[in-house]
């Protein structure tokens, strides 16, 4: 095999490895990058092992240089996402809800649904199996966020 088939297979190695970690995540096309650049820097040493030692070393000077440009480019900034998400379900600093309180379910709970409590819609569990649309329920428990609620017998 001639230096410029291993210099190739290297090029396409790391060419797989930075389309892995800019535009295909997976994990497939990085190991096969890998794979591809180990492949010929084995080749390399097969050669003689002085030529094997100037292409390992230019491969990791190469792989360094590169993944320095694309981590410093503008290319993250296109990439990524920067908006932050400010909704939050059941906010119960808004909505005061305390164990007691009464509503009545707006959809059918299996075990979760939709409940009106105090005057708000709220997500809530079933403490027991199903609850019917239109099912008097009190409030048992509010753990994390999430409002436990059984059927309560008097309106």
């Not at 990085?30 to 390399?44: E, K, N, Q, S, V």
């Not at 909505?95 to 809530?124: C, F, W």
């Amino acid at each position: 095999m001639t230096l410029t088939v291993i210099i190739l297979i290297i090029v396409a190695g790391l060419a797989f490895v930075l389309a892995e970690i800019l535009v295909l995540p997976g994990g497939v096309v990085g190991i096969m990058g890998f794979a591809l650049m180990i492949t010929g820097i084995y080749f390399a040493y097969g050669l003689d092992t002085n030529t094997g030692h100037f292409v390992l070393t230019g491969t990791l000077v190469l792989t360094g240089g590169i993944s320095y440009m694309a981590f410093k480019s503008k290319t993250w900034k296109k990439a990524t996402l920067h908006t932050n998400v400010a909704g939050k379900v059941n906010t119960l600093n808004e909505t005061p809800v305390q164990p007691g309180d009464k509503g009545k379910t707006t959809s059918r709970l299996a075990p979760m649904g939709t409940a009106k409590i105090n005057g708000h819609y709220l997500e809530v569990k079933s403490h027991v199996a199903y609850l019917d649309p239109n099912t008097p329920v009190e409030v048992v428990k509010i753990e994390g966020g999430q409002i436990t609620v059984k059927p309560s017998l008097n309106e």
